[in-house]
């Protein structure tokens, strides 16, 4: 059986927690920046967990 191969552009976007639960990013905070509140930007800051309708998904394509 071949390996499984993982891809990179989600290797580098997605962290595994202790859990096994899968943090990412939040989108929305590269540009247009001027229009977003204060509050609305440092809570763009903060990571999020996985929805998990995508975790079965994304972890294929990590070769869980």
Do not use: F, W, Y
Not at 24 to 43: Q, V, W
């Amino acid at each position: 059986m071949p390996k499984v191969k993982v891809k990179g552009s989600v290797k580098k976007r997605l962290r595994t927690t202790a859990s096994g639960q899968l943090k990412r990013a939040k989108c929305g905070h590269s540009h247009i920046l001027t229009k977003k509140t204060a509050k609305r930007k440092r809570r763009l800051r903060e990571t999020t967990v996985v929805d998990a309708t995508n975790v079965k998904r994304i972890k294929r394509l990590l070769g869980q």
